[in-house]
């Protein structure tokens, strides 16, 4: 018979119980990027163009790898890592709210990243351009404009629209449909915008808002080639959330277990090769990681 898991309290004597399961100063889902040995350079981006605030950032001894950096951007957090021989690199997609596309766009072309479309103004009410950076991570930068006359069609109020994070995960999937399933009856997400095709079988666009974050989430298309996607989601209980995808048919990535750093934390795989990590704060740390 296995021997039981230990309590946090008997493995972390000086920690103090948690107040609440989503870590203070995080955002409820948080893109996790998992980026080629360009880490830093993409830390130097998210600071420099974006004013992201660090809030954590290992290094490895030489100063040369990210083992792990939380940044968050106005009320969002996202997360960098390196790949490494178990976690390959991927790119990832990000859409961002800020208060000017356009100096935001030139400045980030001034650093040296990758046009992917020029500023330009879209029908939902959005000025929105795209840029690339060192590891292959795309931005899709807007600025809100108006509101459509489905809307009111009004000038906007503020740059950012409301009831969306300044930063969502912007998830590209084979069979998107049933990642918007799963996202809606395991992690409660509420249903903001839903484009379908005309069969109904392929989404176009959803925005979906799970606790305080806004997820995106399409089927590929030749212009966008499907590609997974890492995201982190603080849930009221992780054990439970855990097994109810497992039951829903996702696949076991880690069970949960209590971290180092305050969170209990397990993850799960979806239909479309997305990898969710649940995570529930318990305890605070005798350390300063926040």
Same mark, same amino acid.
């Not at 809100?144 to 009831?163: L, S, T």
């Not at 990642?179 to 079988?201: G, I, P, Q, R, W």
């Given at each position: 018979m296995a021997t039981p898991a230990k309590h946090?309290?008997?493995?972390?004597?000086?920690?103090?119980?948690a107040e609440n399961w989503q870590r203070e100063g995080n955002s409820t889902v948080s893109t996790l990027i998992v980026a080629d040995g360009s880490g830093k350079k993409v830390v130097e981006f998210m600071t420099e163009v974006l004013n992201a605030e660090t809030l954590a950032e290992l290094l490895s001894e030489d100063k040369k790898t990210v083992l792990h950096a939380s940044m968050k951007i106005g009320d969002?957090?996202?997360?960098?890592?390196?790949?490494?021989?178990?976690?390959?690199?991927?790119?990832?997609?990000?859409?961002?709210? =800020?208060?000017?596309?356009?100096?935001?766009?030139?400045? /980030?072309?001034?650093?040296?990243?990758?046009?992917? %479309?020029?500023?330009? $103004?879209?029908?939902?009410?959005?000025?929105?351009?795209?840029?690339?950076?060192?590891?292959?991570?795309?931005?899709?930068?807007?600025?809100?404009?108006?509101?459509?006359?489905?809307?009111?069609?009004?000038?906007a109020e503020h740059w950012q629209r409301e009831g969306h994070?300044?930063?969502?995960?912007?998830?590209?999937?084979?069979?998107?449909?049933?990642?918007?399933?799963?996202?809606t009856e395991v992690l409660n997400a509420h249903t903001m915008v839903y484009m379908l095709?005309?069969?109904?079988?392929?989404?176009?666009?959803?925005?979906?808002?799970?606790?305080?974050? =806004?997820?995106?989430?399409?089927?590929?298309?030749?212009? /966008?080639k499907a590609f997974p996607s890492w995201?982190? %989601?603080?849930?009221? $209980?992780?054990?439970?959330?855990?097994?109810?995808?497992?039951?829903?048919?996702?696949?076991s990535v880690q069970e949960p277990k209590d971290e180092f750093y305050g969170d209990r934390e397990g993850g799960v795989k979806d239909s479309a090769g997305n990898t969710w990590w649940f995570a529930s704060q318990k305890f605070k740390a005798p350390c300063p990681f926040k």
């Amino acid at each position: 018979m296995a021997t039981p898991a230990k309590h946090w309290q008997e493995v972390y004597p000086l920690a103090t119980a948690a107040e609440n399961w989503q870590r203070e100063g995080n955002s409820t889902v948080s893109t996790l990027i998992v980026a080629d040995g360009s880490g830093k350079k993409v830390v130097e981006f998210m600071t420099e163009v974006l004013n992201a605030e660090t809030l954590a950032e290992l290094l490895s001894e030489d100063k040369k790898t990210v083992l792990h950096a939380s940044m968050k951007i106005g009320d969002t957090v996202v997360m960098v890592k390196d790949g490494t021989e178990e976690v390959r690199a991927f790119p990832s997609w990000l859409h961002l709210y =800020v208060e000017d596309v356009d100096k935001t766009y030139e400045l /980030a072309m001034g650093k040296g990243l990758e046009s992917v %479309v020029a500023p330009k $103004d879209e029908f939902f009410g959005d000025r929105m351009g795209a840029v690339k950076d060192s590891a292959g991570n795309t931005w899709w930068i807007a600025t809100h404009k108006f509101n459509p006359q489905c809307a009111g069609g009004k000038k906007a109020e503020h740059w950012q629209r409301e009831g969306h994070s300044t930063v969502s995960s912007w998830i590209v999937a084979d069979g998107a449909l049933k990642v918007v399933e799963f996202a809606t009856e395991v992690l409660n997400a509420h249903t903001m915008v839903y484009m379908l095709s005309e069969d109904k079988k392929t989404v176009l666009h959803a925005t979906l808002k799970i606790g305080d974050t =806004v997820v995106m989430i399409q089927d590929g298309n030749k212009e /966008a080639k499907a590609f997974p996607s890492w995201l982190r %989601v603080y849930v009221e $209980d992780v054990d439970k959330t855990y097994e109810l995808a497992v039951s829903k048919g996702l696949e076991s990535v880690q069970e949960p277990k209590d971290e180092f750093y305050g969170d209990r934390e397990g993850g799960v795989k979806d239909s479309a090769g997305n990898t969710w990590w649940f995570a529930s704060q318990k305890f605070k740390a005798p350390c300063p990681f926040k």
